[in-house]
């Protein structure tokens, strides 16, 4: 084996950056994996969770577990400021008007569904909802799911190619007035693409076309503010940005969701039941039917204030830093395609290697302690529109270090080596 | 790393490279695909008997080392071979492929699959060219998919 890949060599000292000091609040970083450190680089799929976020879990399941809203003892009362508390959090981490429009759902996916059920209540035959090619099946079986039941009609706004780009200058052209609702992501999972959020919002709310972002990749590393932005509707994942699993957030422009119908029916999401009819409570609480995902919730709060204090601007940054190193040392490989943009990409790298598939790679990856992902990453029409089955990913977050990418790079050359092809 | 010489045995390695009975059959009596939505993985098989027997055999499709190399360590086993063995092997292919033992079955070179057990997220890959080939055989029609989901 090479020097460099055995677990035993010891390695040279390297200056400890802050961003390296982090590592030490997330327990699971410090492992090893097949007899390597764990080199965590899967955090498009999902980030680990800082001991600030799991504690809090801990704290309120010891100490405050009730369920909300309806109860009127004191447990029951420090649950529902708990949970009302991590809301208007969420309100602030958005810069939202208020915080009546943040709707808690299970995550992305979920907000996006009950926005092509809720909203989508309004579509009609001969509609039509605009995407991009480079959505996420989250933000893309949803629409079609709304066009088989209406007779609506789906669009695409293309990508450009390997360089992950939006042909934005298509968009007159395909705005017309049937279109409803312009749904497109912020960072492409697959392509590291950041997309102009804001030019493109303004461009739709001009011709009264109503905005959904995917907000899935950006929420945790990079500052929004959804009226800078202008979107009408936004969603995130909690477990993206340092939380929990389970929990998503849906903002939504307050003349929006109050004109949208329910879509679950459960307790909370009621003002007045009869046997035959029911009124709605109001906002955000009419579209949360049942129990919420209270503890959740609690940990998301602490997710977001972890995050703030370290400044999302500042760990944009970083991923930027260490896609750029990635990229760069990536394109000297022999064989190597890679997707996305060159410059200004967000924190991952797509590639494929035209002699060994996605799958082996991250298999041998594994084995050396690196978790990358391998496969369609859930954008199986991009992918076949850019001839392609599978890409490896690396996706980075603030606790990734240029150690790390180096390592990365150092395992795909042993991975060459390995099945015997050109370095 | 011996997991990983396990998995990705030198024969295996040779196979994915150059794959044997790589071509369609002119005249196939049977045939089958095989499709891994999750990598893309896709295999076509193709099939012609003298009775019972399968008297040649052979494969398309793109994929990773272990799928490859399986669907051509399958075609080389399985020239000669009646439906009824084919059925057998599958079984005892599974049970290898699954749980490292091969119970006292003679698999020959199909052997190098053993280490596959410890790599659930890849038995699948190279299960998917005898699911393929167990389709082809139950189903009557013509070119029948098979899905690893």
Redesign the interface.
């Known amino acids: 084996m090479n020097a460099a890949l055995d677990p035993t060599t010891p390695r040279p000292a390297a200056p400890t950056t802050a961003w390296e000091l982090l590592r030490a609040d997330f327990p699971i970083l410090d492992q090893r994996v097949h007899g390597h450190p764990l080199v965590y680089l899967d955090n498009a799929a999902t980030s680990q969770k800082p001991r600030a976020v799991l504690e809090a879990i801990d704290r309120y399941y010891r100490s405050e577990n009730a369920n909300v809203h309806r109860g009127i003892h004191e447990l029951s009362n420090r649950a529902t400021a708990a949970y009302e508390g991590a809301r208007a959090r969420v309100a602030r981490f958005l810069n939202a008007r208020s915080a009546e429009e943040i709707v808690f759902t299970r995550g992305t996916t979920e907000a996006i569904n009950l926005v092509a059920h809720a909203w989508g209540a309004r579509v009609r035959s001969g509609d039509a909802i605009l995407l991009t090619e480079m959505e996420h099946h989250s933000n893309l079986v949803p629409w079609q799911l709304l066009a088989q039941r209406t007779g609506a009609n789906l669009r695409y706004l293309p990508v450009t190619g390997d360089d992950g780009g939006l042909e934005v200058d298509r968009l007159g052209q395909l705005l017309t007035p049937e279109v409803k609702l312009f749904a497109f992501t912020h960072i492409s999972n697959t392509l590291g693409t950041v997309n102009p959020v804001a030019e493109l919002c303004a461009r739709a709310r001009g011709l009264g076309v109503v905005t959904l972002v995917d907000a899935a990749q950006s929420a945790g590393h990079l500052e929004l503010d959804v009226q800078q932005l202008g979107c009408d509707f936004l969603a995130f994942s909690s477990h993206k940005i340092g939380g929990p699993t389970g929990l998503g957030v849906l903002y939504g422009r307050r003349e929006l969701l109050e004109a949208m119908p329910p879509w679950q029916g459960g307790g909370d999401m009621i003002a007045n039941v009869e046997f035959y009819a029911s009124r709605w409570n109001v906002i955000p609480h009419k579209f949360e039917a049942g129990t919420p995902h209270i503890a959740g919730a609690v940990g998301l709060h602490a997710a977001m204030d972890y995050l703030d204090r370290i400044g999302r601007q500042r760990i944009f940054q970083h991923d930027q830093e260490l896609a750029a190193r990635a990229y760069e040392q990536l394109a000297g490989l022999a064989g190597i395609r890679l997707l996305g943009p060159k410059t200004g990409r967000a924190g991952l790298v797509s590639f494929h290697f035209s002699d060994v598939h996605a799958h082996d790679v991250v298999t041998v990856a594994d084995q050396f302690g690196v978790a990358l992902r391998g496969g369609h990453h859930c954008n199986q029409p991009l992918m076949r529109k850019l001839g392609l089955e599978s890409t490896a990913r690396a996706s980075f977050y603030f606790y990734n270090t240029a150690g790390e990418v180096d390592r990365l790079v150092e395992v795909l050359r042993e991975i060459r080596r390995f099945f015997h092809v050109p370095l | ?1 011996n ?2 010489s396990d ?2 045995q030198e024969v295996i ?1 040779d196979h994915s ?1 150059s794959p044997r009975n790589y071509r369609p059959l002119e005249a196939p009596q049977r045939q089958a695909q095989g499709h891994n ?6 295999v076509t098989i193709y099939l012609a008997f003298e009775g019972d027997v399968i008297k040649d055999i052979s494969f398309q499709g ?5 799928s490859k190399a399986s669907a051509s360590l399958l075609t080389e086993s399985l020239k000669g071979r009646s439906t009824a063995e084919v059925k057998r092997l599958f079984d005892q292919i599974h049970a290898l492929m699954t749980t490292g033992q091969s119970r006292g079955a003679d698999l020959g070179k199909m052997a190098v699959f053993a280490g596959v057990h410890k ?1 659930p ?2 038995v699948k ?1 190279a299960m998917l060219p005898w699911r393929a080939v167990v389709a082809a055989l139950e189903d009557e029609g013509r070119a029948p998919t098979v899905s690893t989901e």
């Not at chain 2, 939505?37 to 896709?42: A, N, R, S, V």
């Not at chain 2, 793109?62 to 272990?66: Q, T, V, Y």
């Open positions: 790393m997991d990983l998995l990705y390695l490279r939505p999750l990598c893309g993985d896709q793109s994929g990773c080392a272990i790599f997220a890849r890959c």
